[in-house]
């Protein structure tokens, strides 16, 4: 299993950022797929989740301002961020699993300036 994530950068408080992650290795339409993020010292908390019918559960924190998203044509999960606050900093990991396993992609990192 691969997943690759991009779309990271830095962007100023109030900008947007989209970030995508390409899967392969998995039947993608029938995996749920999540975005979450890591903050050095940190836990690593989930952001967002979509299950292979488009439903979608979102952090608290980030309610109203993410969005997820998915293309099963392209086998690549997307995360929308309007909004972005300093304290969306972080690396942002792409995660699935497969046969029960977890599966992690390397990370992107948001760094948002005040």
């Known amino acids: 299993v691969q997943l690759q994530a991009s779309g990271g950068g830095l962007v100023q408080a109030g900008g947007s950022l989209r970030l995508s992650c390409v899967s392969r290795?998995?039947?993608?339409?029938?995996?749920?797929m999540a975005w979450y993020r890591q903050d050095p010292g940190k836990e690593r908390e989930l952001v967002a989740h979509?299950?292979?019918?488009?439903?979608?559960t979102y952090a608290d924190s980030v309610k109203g301002r993410f969005t997820i998203s998915r293309d099963n044509v392209r086998n690549t999960v997307y995360l929308q961020m309007n909004s972005l606050k300093p304290e969306d900093t972080a690396t942002y990991y792409c995660y699935t699993t497969r046969g029960g396993l977890p599966y992690w992609g390397k990370g992107t990192q948001v760094t948002v300036s005040s």
């Open positions: 290795g998995i039947v993608f339409r029938l995996n749920s």
């Open positions: 979509i299950t292979s019918g488009h439903n979608r």
